[in-house]
């Protein structure tokens, strides 16, 4: 069941929400402004509507896979065992991991798309509703990070990152759970990894700040 269900996340992860609103009106994400799939580059090619549509959908890919786990399959957790090792664990905990781990299976399918031949976006939306699933409080303080660095940066990637790195520690500060940091640091790692051409170019300042179309 376990696997089905970690199998049905990553499905549900993987429809590609800005992808499919700019197809609708005729576009191709990949091949306008920075080719990315995300509500950022939405954004810039088609104008807020679309946007807000296509962050909205991304962050529910992240929020409802938990969450219907949660509700669903209560009784579910994942139990470390055996006869070498044995870790007692408190059945919040498991719950914790296993929405968790839910919620990653989630981010991967937006990453690498089943239906983009694996490919996909940089899953800060859908890493953001997962986050708002296991602790909404850090999540928010997390997204006020984001606002606060976009709006003296200007650059949308440099604000993700921000916001991720600073996701565990936000949990430590308001929301203390080892599960939850674990997942938190596994989510910022993946952040990071989807990033690494950004952060290139913001070594090296040759990456864009953000602009709508026509400016």
Known sequence: MIVALLFAAFLFGSIPTGYVI??????????????????????RAMGKGAAIITLAGDVLKGVIP?????????????QFSGQLVSIPLQITD???????????AAILG???????????????ATSLGVALALSPHAALMAATAWLL??????YSSLSGLVAFASFPFCIYI????????????II????FITHRGNIKRLITGKENKFMRKGK
Do not use: C, Q
């Open 22 to 43: 700019a197809m609708i009106k005729g576009v191709d994400l990949r091949k306008v402004g920075s080719g990315n799939i995300g509500a950022t580059n939405v954004l």
């Open 66 to 78: 938990v969450l219907a786990v949660r509700y669903f399959y209560p009784n579910t957790g994942i």
């Open 94 to 104: 498991t719950r914790v991991a296993f929405e968790g781990v839910i919620g990653l």
């Open 110 to 124: 937006h990453n690498f798309s089943i239906f983009l031949k694996f490919k996909g976006g940089k899953g800060v």
């Open 149 to 154: 660095t976009f709006r003296v940066s200007g």
């Open 174 to 185: 308001i929301d203390y759970s080892a599960e939850k940091i674990a997942i938190a640091v």
């Open 188 to 191: 910022a790692a993946l952040i």
